[in-house]
């Protein structure tokens, strides 16, 4: 067993569930499982601890969900340089940023996401995941595919699984990621600016500005990267671009925003888009609960319509 002391509240289902990564599935009393990279973990907190039921690396845990980060102080920061979005808040949650260990995997794993809902998208992940390597002592996990084994699936397989037109984009987007020289390939962006990372990974098949902004942010811990879907758009909306309301998200409006949450927030960007995102996707989920009284549905993730 291995017990981690909390800096701070933590909702560990909400962390794992609100769309930063899609390997995580509840299991019963309060646990949870979840694999990043070659790692699975069963875990819970408790009190003030989060308790996980085998050995982990304590070091890994603290990066996964970004321990380092004083929260509070990044809100504050936050509501002083935009006080007008302390309604959209709300309170503190306890969500915390991801930092996944794996780019490849979270950049397969956010090609799934493209105008699709989390539920959805987690199906695809595992069709995904049950063709990489077991993980040793988590019987129940999986490693991520190698991108040898992702650019040799056949797009008729994938469409057979209900991938629909991501089918196409996956074997191309691991294949290209292979001519550039492959997994250290992804790893060495993390040293680029942000806008060239970001500019790079544009150029992948698949990859449109929102799953290139989340490739950023968790993928390469970019925290100056702002990915904006559906629930992001509302909220920017209502807040800083009034102006847009009715309008549609395209490629120049998305740019705008990104530029706008970087001018006030600079590298915490992302840690406000993500505060805005998780207010929205609760309010969104809790009236499609009260309207249909399905505790699952889930509103679409969606990329700029240009994108």
Same mark, same amino acid.
């Given at each position: 067993?291995?017990?981690?002391?909390?800096?701070?509240?933590?909702?560990?289902?909400?962390?794992?569930?609100?769309?930063?990564?899609?390997?995580?599935?509840?299991?019963?009393?309060?646990?949870?499982?979840?694999?990043?990279?070659?790692?699975?973990?069963?875990?819970?907190?408790?009190?003030?601890?989060?308790?996980?039921?085998?050995?982990?690396?304590?070091?890994?845990?603290?990066?996964?969900?970004?321990?380092?980060?004083? =929260?509070? !102080? %990044?809100?504050?920061?936050?509501? +002083?340089? @935009?006080?007008? &979005?302390? #309604?959209?808040?709300?309170?503190?949650? /306890?969500?915390?940023?991801?930092?996944?260990?794996?780019?490849?995997?979270?950049?397969?794993?956010?090609?799934?996401?493209?105008?699709?809902?989390?539920?959805?998208?987690?199906?695809?992940?595992?069709?995904?995941?049950?063709?990489?390597?077991?993980?040793?002592?988590?019987?129940?996990?999986?490693?991520?595919?190698?991108?040898?084994?992702?650019?040799?699936?056949?797009?008729?397989? =994938?469409? !057979? %699984?209900?991938?629909?037109?991501? +089918?196409? @984009?996956?074997? &191309?987007? #691991?294949?290209?990621?292979?001519?550039? /020289?492959?997994?250290?390939?992804?790893?060495?962006?993390?040293?680029?600016?942000?806008?060239?990372?970001?500019?790079?990974?544009?150029?992948?098949?698949?990859?449109?500005?929102?799953?290139?902004?989340?490739?950023?942010?968790?993928?390469?811990?970019?925290?100056?990267?702002?990915?904006?879907?559906?629930?992001?758009?509302?909220?920017?909306?209502?807040?800083?671009?009034?102006?847009?309301?009715?309008?549609?998200?395209?490629?120049?409006?998305?740019?705008?925003?990104?530029?706008?949450?970087?001018?006030?927030?600079?590298?915490?960007?992302?840690?406000?888009?993500?505060?805005?995102?998780?207010?929205?996707?609760?309010?969104?989920?809790?009236?499609?609960?009260?309207?249909?009284?399905?505790?699952?549905?889930?509103?679409?993730?969606?990329?700029?319509?240009?994108?």
């Amino acid at each position: 067993m291995t017990s981690l002391n909390l800096p701070g509240p933590f909702d560990l289902g909400l962390t794992l569930d609100c769309g930063q990564m899609f390997r995580a599935e509840r299991g019963k009393d309060g646990w949870w499982q979840f694999v990043d990279g070659p790692n699975a973990y069963v875990a819970k907190v408790e009190g003030q601890r989060l308790e996980f039921d085998r050995p982990v690396s304590a070091e890994k845990v603290r990066a996964l969900f970004s321990f380092d980060l004083d =929260l509070a !102080g %990044l809100r504050s920061r936050a509501l +002083a340089a @935009a006080p007008e &979005l302390h #309604a959209s808040f709300g309170d503190p949650t /306890g969500l915390r940023p991801m930092r996944l260990s794996c780019p490849v995997e979270v950049l397969f794993c956010f090609l799934c996401s493209q105008n699709n809902h989390i539920p959805r998208i987690k199906g695809m992940v595992a069709h995904l995941a049950d063709r990489g390597e077991p993980i040793p002592g988590a019987e129940w996990a999986r490693r991520f595919p190698s991108l040898e084994v992702l650019a040799g699936m056949e797009e008729s397989t =994938l469409r !057979g %699984l209900g991938f629909g037109y991501r +089918a196409r @984009a996956i074997p &191309l987007c #691991a294949q290209a990621i292979a001519a550039e /020289g492959g997994v250290a390939w992804l790893h060495s962006l993390k040293s680029e600016p942000y806008e060239r990372a970001h500019r790079v990974l544009l150029a992948l098949p698949g990859v449109g500005p929102k799953v290139a902004d989340c490739v950023c942010l968790h993928g390469l811990h970019m925290g100056e990267a702002v990915p904006v879907d559906v629930h992001v758009w509302r909220r920017v909306v209502e807040v800083f671009f009034p102006e847009w309301s009715g309008k549609d998200l395209d490629p120049r409006r998305y740019r705008l925003i990104g530029e706008r949450f970087r001018s006030r927030f600079r590298a915490e960007a992302g840690f406000v888009q993500q505060l805005l995102f998780v207010r929205s996707l609760r309010s969104s989920r809790s009236v499609a609960r009260s309207a249909l009284g399905d505790p699952n549905i889930d509103e679409a993730i969606a990329e700029p319509r240009a994108g």
